[in-house]
């Protein structure tokens, strides 16, 4: 009797599973984006089916994918049907063309401005008051100072706090010893490294360790205002990177589930004025002129330099510093 | 007894022997088998060389030093612990019995990451646990010993749960034997029970191990991830994906693999051999 | 004097009793309570609210719906591969039983990738999946796939030394008294066997609703589609919504205990029927 009663159960959830899996009547998109971005498309996928269904009738539901900017398009290229990416880096958009021709090598120049509709740095975030007085970067590597940042190796908002680092030395005058030696003592200074940019945010915040976290400014100024308001204060530095996160239509997709137009529209709409008046609101730098002069209080002013004037291209910058035995990995290496 | 007994197939009068062999070795195959081919295939796309250069580097080898050392503590105090937790549950009485008896399975349920985020926020210098730590100078989140408490905590139940039914079996007519023949109560322990709870012990302890090497999800948020001193294994195969090294992490995979497939082996010959022994 | 010589002396044994006692306290119940105290931390309603999203809905369900496919497919297994190696003797059976055994100790990163390497795209069956529309990987074929996996040992686990313990008496008597093959399954095995197959079950179920490390490699972690409750914990607390995230946790918490307390429930029962003289040996 008892076996029946276990059978029913079994059959009872194979309905519902099945059930519920296929009952869509509408357009759906998949974004697979890194890990920050949750808030920002949560808003913005709410004001694009909002706006599709004003101008074309149809309703449009996205769905979200997160996780690691590297893991996400690890996953797209074997096989996670994304209409469309937003990640953290270039390299990583770069790299599923590469390992899967799933979008055209000139995927940067579909879009304006690099591809990249809203850009952010690398700030400083400190604890209220900021009793270490950190100012710059010099003071990251003062004795007693503690620094957390999530693993290069694993994390793509990692690789931006490295190459601001390594930018500001070479900035300063130094050169590419000078740097190394800079970017050596800095990591010295690190106690932890989480896997991802949230869990250094959680170690810093919630477990109260270290004196200063290197952070994405979106992130930093969620976490002053939102997180712990009154419990930390941002640092800018006197210059950091212009990091540009990316993002791109995936062809091959989008032309088997014919959804290229509405997924253009997407990524299209992000540039428009709403479109970026909702990365500004979730403290993204946008770049329509209108909406800076909007939410020019709310970024501090720092120097930024980009990316290709110091290190070129992302192969180049990955190939020297982040590969297994790159400089990276040389700071780690006993007798250095 | 051994070569020939172990080939002695005994004729028997049960139904079924084919079908059901037959049926495992499929479903094995299927489940288990063919998928970790695919592993072994594809750590050897990039050939013996690059494969060598990638499992011995440097940074590979402290992994290696850090997950089996830690897995090899933690699976070492459970042994003990879990003896002395597995004898109580056993043979004495007192209030809250069961509800231990029964706690001592949640880590095979509690998924591994919030194991590992539980543990963080105990140990962490802020935490229930750790900030009485801190001031003892023992810093417990973001060390090897966090690593080491992690695993203590995921490979318990195996321990446990290997030496409890043994010792329920255990004959009393052998400890009263010993006893009446004049033996102490250490004696008796060291000369009659041990030898029983030797085999299931080390099964125990072998699992637990086994368990402990491959363990990533709890221990990638208590450790600090540092290379050289707190990375294990597991981490080092999510970098390698991370640069698109499927041929690299694979490698490192199978490195595991062979180790602790020849671990889980030598212990089950051993409980075999250990079986026909006192048999 | 006797009873003395057959147990330890009030002091070692009060001893011991202490030591496990904190050893399980700090390794066990602490986390637990932690676990409860962070779910509360926003009140009955935030908790409530938490497991009432339609995103935990659909992560209950896709966990339900993964369980009740696993679990009855490897108890089979189980069952089979018992019978096969605890009734009868043949060479390689320690070669077979460390294959079974494999799935513990195999990392769960290792045990997610497998089956991207060859579902994948850029796997082994991955072009022909694409071409005949059949998505394994980043879809619930897969989650479930990596499931068994991971849950492979557990019935078998249980039920192998069970069956050796019990030798194959029972079972000759009943086909020497003219039992055809089924009838001496499910009247003389089964009953036999019953409880530690019920023990094997309720392990394998926690592990596959509670599996994280290779679920999270095949999920595509797509909110609401394929996220399993230990991938939902994880996105809420990426979200920063702690509390929200240990209320789904202390949810997979209770089914442990719930399991706990139904393996209790069957031991003092298996304890019980040992006691009745027809199952003495």
Known sequence: MRWRTVWLFVLLCLGVGAGTAFAEHTVTLLNVSYDPTRELYQDYNAAFAKHWKETTGTTVTVNQSHGGSGKQARAVIDGLEADVVTLALAYDIEAIHEKAQLLPKNWQARLPHNSAPYTSTIVFLVRQGNPKQIRDWDDLIRPGVSVITPNPKTSGGARWNYLAAWGYALKQGGDEAKAKAFIGQLFKHVPVLDSGARGSLTTFIERGIGDVLLAWEHEALLASRELGPGRFEIVAPSASILAEPPVALIDRVVDRRGTRAVAQAYLEYLYSEQGQEIAAKHYYRPRLRAVIARYAQQFPQITLFTLEELFGTWQQAHATHFKDGGIFDQIYQPGR | MGLSGFFRRRRSVLPGFGLTLGLTLLYLSLIVLIPLSATFLKASTAGWSAFWHTVTEPRALASYRVTFGAAFIGALVNALMGLVVAWVLVRYHFPGRRMLDALVDLPFALPTAVAGITLTTLLSAHGWIGRYLEPLGIKAAFSPLGIVIALTFIGLPFVVRTVQPVLQALDPELEEGAASLGAGRWQTFRRVIAPELWPALLTGFALAFARAVGEYGSVVFISGNMPMRTEITPLLIITKLEQYDYAGATAIGVVMLVISFAMLLSINMLHWWSGKRYA | ?281
């Open chain 3, 1 to 281: 004097m006797r009873e003395s010589r057959l147990s330890e002396p009030p002091a070692v044994r009060r001893f011991l009793i202490a030591v496990a006692v904190l050893f399980l306290a700090l390794f066990l119940l602490m986390p637990l309570a932690a676990v409860f105290t962070e779910a509360l931390r926003k009140g009955v309603g935030a908790y409530l609210a938490a497991l009432w999203e339609p995103d935990a809905r659909a992560a209950i369900r896709l966990t339900l719906l993964t369980a009740a496919i696993a679990v009855p497919l490897n108890v089979v297994f189980g069952l089979v591969a018992a019978w096969a190696i605890g009734k009868f003797d043949f060479p390689g059976k320690h070669l077979l039983i460390t294959l079974i055994d494999l799935p513990f100790s195999v990392s769960p990163v290792v045990s997610g990738l497998i089956y991207v390497l060859l579902f994948g795209l850029q796997g082994w069956f991955g072009p022909w999946l694409a071409a005949h529309h059949v998505k394994i990987i980043f879809a619930v074929p897969g989650i479930i796939l990596a499931t068994i996996f991971v849950t492979v040992p557990f019935v078998a686990r249980e039920l192998i030394p069970l069956m050796q313990a019990q030798g194959t008496e029972d079972e000759e008597a009943a086909r020497v008294l003219g039992a055809g093959g089924w009838q001496m399954f499910w009247r003389v095995t089964l009953p036999n066997v019953k409880w530690g197959l019920l023990y094997g079950v309720m392990l394998c179920n926690a592990r596959a609703m509670g599996e994280f490390g290779a679920v999270s490699v095949v999920s595509g972690h797509i909110r609401g589609q394929t996220t399993t409750l230990p991938l939902h914990i994880e996105i809420l607390y990426n979200e920063y919504h702690a509390a929200a995230a240990f209320a789904v946790a202390s949810l997979l918490a209770c089914l442990a205990l719930v399991t706990l307390a139904a393996k209790t429930l069957v031991e003092w029962k298996t304890s019980q029927s040992l006691r009745e003289p027809a199952h003495e040996h």
